[in-house]
């Protein structure tokens, strides 16, 4: 009885906008169905609990009855999938080929290697593949261009490439496919009822994007499972979710980014739809943008007079380049890829020989190279900055024998030790500097790597994603991190629904 009632509860938050619901008759979820001509006129209704609005009606034409179902729910203010973002998206297939990038292009790998006929048309039903061969393909798809229906037309090159992604309508399926689809629907909500039957007392709801595979993640198993703890404690509902997700991110008030960051990247998506939707974001899309550039950094130091170490940005490797940083620098000078992070893409050149060696690899790889000074310490600082307060600090030392926390050989990466320390503890000199570096890039939480030396202090970079792991950057305020963190996600929560009212 109690699994009734709670079933018909929560029917009410979740509608599906159709048509014709009669062509829902017979189907479990008829009793979501209402048409778009009542979703018009009967809502929102006083007192009704948060909408989850799934429109399947006819988005193929424009400015049609689908466009305007997802156009007003967000209006209203309801969760609606598809959104107006993404029927607006896909009426542009210069814009989606581009989104959907060369690699995807290719298609599944798996099913590259035959061909059966020259063209073929994937149907996906909530990013599920009518053929499972190109799921991998229907996966990427789907995250791009979250909608209920897509139609990708395949064309065999020595391999499958996609020629285009339509719309499709639920009145163009053939009986099977429409058998298939309604099962697909069943499944998407089923999944939105039992993160809503697990919300209990919580005012808001957190995503909190990780890759399970990650080798070097920003947090380990521990400090995530911390990190939803302390996100309990303040109101808020933290889930695990990873880039398979996307199409349901709207559903969350708030997202933290657990993950290594990157601009072409699907975290960098997922920071772009949490800010259109309104979503409070950490890491927001300003921030990864500036910290995951260094040559950004620099130009940004320079006129904000952050102290840093003398750079230079290196755009050719001729010989009068070279002469000039040879005017800059002493040797050995350090070179660095733009976007690099964890020691990866910095390098080390002794002479004028393996300076112009590793320009003109670098070069090769992109337009820019940023030359710096080279400073050696036995420790680079790291002090975690959030809303420009400093909330942790650490010691990174050397990795041993090495120039650089972390050293990387063929079998396995060896990284130096760590000392945690209370910010209180840290030169006044070292946490002035963090501070003034986090402001050039936001009000996020920052990881600010600095350089010191004596009584100077040198930023080296920001970090938009910094670690906070289990034993280490805890090892001083333990718990209280991860509440600190989270009281900040609910203090902006706070502060966006007064905005809002």
Known sequence: ??????????????????????????????????????????HPKKDLPKLRVINICDT????????????????????????????????????????????????????????????????????NASDQEFQPLAKKVFNLFPAPILKVSLLWRSGWYVEGIERFGVSDLTPDEKSAFWKALKRFTERAWSRHRSKKRHRWEMAILYDPEEVQPPSDRVAL????????????????ITSADYAQ????????????????????????????????????????????????????????????????AVFNS????????????????????????????VFKVDDRKALSERLRELLSQTPIVLAQEYLYTE?????????HRPLYACRYFMARNHWQ?????????????????PTFEVPRVVLEAAIKAAKVVGNGLYGVDIKQQGSKA???????????????????????????????????????GRQNE
């Not at 479990?28 to 778009?36: K, R």
């Not at 703890?229 to 303040?234: H, N």
């Not at 921030?287 to 952050?306: G, M």
């Not at 420790?379 to 809303?387: E, T």
């Open 225 to 240: 499972r911390k990190l939803i703890g302390a996100a309990s404690k303040v109101g808020i509902l933290a889930e695990l």
């Open 1 to 42: 009885m109690f699994g009734s009632i709670w079933r018909e509860l929560e029917l009410l938050t979740t509608l599906i906008v159709v048509d014709d619901p009669g062509m829902m008759a017979g189907s479990d979820l008829a009793d979501m169905a209402i048409s778009f001509k009542e979703y018009l006129e009967e």
């Open 405 to 421: 926390i972390y050293k990387y050989g063929e079998k396995k990466t060896v990284g130096g030790g760590f000392e945690t320390l």
């Open 249 to 312: 991110l709207s559903e969350y008030d708030a997202l933290f980014l657990r993950e290594t960051t990157a601009i072409d990247h699907h975290t960098y998506r997922f920071a772009l739809k949490a800010e259109v939707e309104g979503m409070v974001v950490i890491d927001d899309t300003d921030s990864i943008l500036r910290c995951c550039n260094k040559v950004f950094l620099h130009d940004a130091f320079t006129y904000n007079d952050v102290p840093a170490l003398k750079s230079q």
């Open 60 to 127: 193929i034409q424009h400015l049609g009855s689908g466009y305007y179902c997802s156009l007003l729910a967000e209006a209203r203010g309801h969760k609606v999938f598809p959104s107006v973002n993404t029927i607006t998206d896909l009426r542009n297939s210069n814009l989606y080929l581009a989104k959907l990038g060369s690699a995807a292009l290719k298609g599944s790998s798996a099913a590259s290697s035959r061909c059966d006929a020259p063209e073929k048309e994937l149907l996906i039903f909530f990013g």
């Open 379 to 387: 420790f680079d600082w790291r002090i975690g900055v959030l809303n």
């Open 458 to 496: 040198y930023v080296i970079e920001i970090n938009d994603n910094p670690s906070i792991e289990s034993k280490v950057e805890d090892a001083y305020l333990g718990d209280e991190l991860y509440m600190l963190i989270m009281s900040e996600f609910a203090r902006r929560l706070e502060n966006r």
């Open 318 to 345: 001729d010989e009068r380049t070279l002469d000039h940083l040879e005017e800059i620098f002493s040797y050995p000078i350090v070179l660095k890829l733009p976007e690099s992070s964890f020691s990866k893409g």
